[in-house]
């Protein structure tokens, strides 16, 4: 057993006794103890630095620009970030939302003839001890080619680790006596383990880094990858990393991004509903900044998505980096034969081309089945590994292309279907599961996110539905989760256990959409409520949650 002063660290999750000795020994645990400790203080003041911006302009009603302090960095024509190792050149197809704590999928999309994995700690996972452990440890596995029937890491999709964002804690490793940041745990024991066969194998490492806000998070990101890099032996460099800019105040910042990370960048992603999410966040209880409803009247072809998605790709192509796109949620029917089937592929084809004709050098699905029919489409609308050379110099965005919401307004369907999701986003959650399938579709902690944000706003500011023109009140939406309830419920077999945790989620989903102050993040929310801990702890059958020492 280890032995490292000033760490406490929880006992094995049962059943992984195995996984979770190979993951900490001395040397791994002295690894994050340093780690944590070297960058611990710089992560607090990023989020009071988040905290500290977001009150400004509550304060002084400003929004977001260009700032003039780093105009020189966007108006120097010559820098470029450092071109991509061999294997990262072509991202035309990568698998997303993928938690590897579910051995099967993982191994599965090691199988499939995507260029890439999301190996996600973040959106579409949910961060149980028992899920960390078991899918950290499958990317060792993975790494070290232990997985039958799948080809070698060198030959495999590659692995696009996403720790999670800073947001997030771990609650079961305490440094110097305090809980540790959620990404600081999963980068550190992933670098630790398998930094270095990565990069010996021309793999790897390589990093999606979710919810960055500002060049100053990406700096500090810079910063802990050159420390890394050093402590493991390796050039600096070699870790390369894609920024997801999911967050209106990072779009205004791109380019400095790109710039903190130059020698470690891997290009910029963008995608839709945490983005879209993030307007409520920042702007939500301005009126002006009212999102209508996001199944009828929010999509990339709107303004502010299409020009956040264009300067995207200039920016990323003015400066050598590879610019990718969201993710297909939808799900194809297993039949090929039928007529939904093939309205499915018909949707999913026309806003991925709509994608590919922007410039983006690729985009995620979550469907395995969907892989090849997008690289295909891909081949036939684009020359070479990528659109690297596809400069955008017709674009020209403005603030207010980027601040500018859709017209529209609210309609029952839509207000139900955000209701549903935030309620059994949560539900999965008290399961210990990351995201979940519904009508036809997977969602996960970003369409939770949007979900549960604009019925939070939709009460805040009274909207009228288009339907009736019934006014959004808290009265209603309660009225509405106990309706969906009552249909979620038909699919549970009498299941007393589950209809509790169901009641349980609706009544946390009708909780945070009615506080006050807008809870910055549903998973913080959820990763802090003591009903989240409880229900994991008995869902994964944890140790006893004694500490020791180490």
Not at 141 to 168: E, G, T
Not at 230 to 247: H, M
Not at 406 to 415: C, F, I, K
């Amino acid at each position: 057993m280890a032995s490292v002063s000033g760490v406490e660290l929880e006992h094995s999750p049962r059943g992984l006794e195995h996984e979770y000795l190979t993951l900490f020994n001395d040397k791994s645990v002295q690894f994050i103890a340093e780690l944590v400790s070297t960058f611990e203080e710089d992560a607090d003041k990023i989020l009071k630095q988040r905290t500290a911006r977001k009150v400004q302009l509550d304060l002084t009603g400003d929004l977001p620009r260009f700032s003039s302090l780093t105009a020189h960095i966007r108006n120097d024509p010559t820098w470029r970030v450092l071109p991509v190792p061999e294997r990262l050149r072509d991202r035309r197809v990568d698998i997303g939302d993928l938690a590897p704590c579910s051995t099967e999928r993982f191994t599965q999309a090691l199988r499939s003839t995507a260029q890439g994995i999301q190996v996600d700690f973040d959106d579409g996972n949910c961060p149980t001890f028992y899920n960390q452990i078991k899918g950290i440890f499958n990317v060792c596995q993975a790494v070290r080619n232990q997985f039958r029937d799948v080809p070698p890491i060198s030959k495999a999709p590659v692995l696009m680790l996403r720790p999670r964002a800073w947001n997030m804690v771990e609650h079961n490793l305490l440094v110097n006596g305090k809980e540790v940041p959620g990404p600081l745990f999963d980068f550190g024991l992933l670098m630790f383990h398998n930094g270095k066969l990565l990069f010996e194998n021309k793999s790897g490492p390589f990093f999606y880094l979710s919810k960055i806000e500002s060049h100053l998070e990406a700096r500090l990101w810079n910063n802990i990858f050159i420390w890394t890099e050093q402590k493991l032996g390796l050039p600096v460099g070699s870790i390369k990393a894609t920024v997801l800019i999911e967050n209106i105040l990072a779009s205004f910042e791109m380019e400095e991004i790109l710039y903190e990370l130059q020698e470690h960048s891997a290009g910029l992603n963008c995608g839709i509903w945490d983005y879209s999410a993030s307007f409520v966040n920042k702007f939500g209880h301005r009126p002006s900044f009212l999102l209508p409803d996001r199944s009828k009247y929010v999509n990339m072809e709107k303004l502010f998505l299409k020009s956040y998605m264009e300067l995207l790709v200039q920016t990323c192509h003015r400066r050598g980096a590879l610019a990718t796109g969201g993710m297909a949620a939808l799900l194809l029917p297993r039949d090929k034969g039928t007529a939904y089937y093939h309205r499915v592929m018909a949707i999913v084809s026309r806003l991925k081309l709509l994608e590919i004709k922007a410039g983006v050098d690729g985009f995620m699905v979550y469907d395995l089945e969907l892989i090849e029919p997008m690289q295909k489409l891909f081949l036939e609308h684009t020359q070479g590994q990528n659109q690297l050379h596809v400069l955008r110099e017709d674009v020209s965005v403005t603030p207010t292309n980027l601040l500018t919401m859709p017209a529209g307004g609210v309609t029952l369907n839509g207000l139900k279907y955000n209701i549903a999701v935030g309620i059994l986003f949560i539900e999965a959650w008290l399961t210990g599961r990351g995201h979940f399938f519904y009508k036809g579709q997977v969602e996960d902690s970003a369409t939770a996110e949007i979900s549960r944000s604009q019925v939070w706003q939709w009460i805040r500011h009274q909207v009228k539905l288009e339907d009736d023109n019934r006014t959004v009140t808290k009265q209603l939406v309660k009225s509405l989760a106990q309706e969906v309830q009552r249909e979620l419920k038909e699919g549970l077999s009498s299941d007393a256990e589950a209809e509790h945790r169901l009641h349980t989620a609706s009544a946390m989903f009708l909780e945070v959409v009615q506080k006050y102050e807008f809870p910055e993040f549903i998973t913080t929310y959820l990763n802090l409520d003591h009903t989240f801990l409880n229900a994991t702890a008995q869902y994964n059958r944890h140790s006893t949650f004694v500490k020791h020492k180490l």
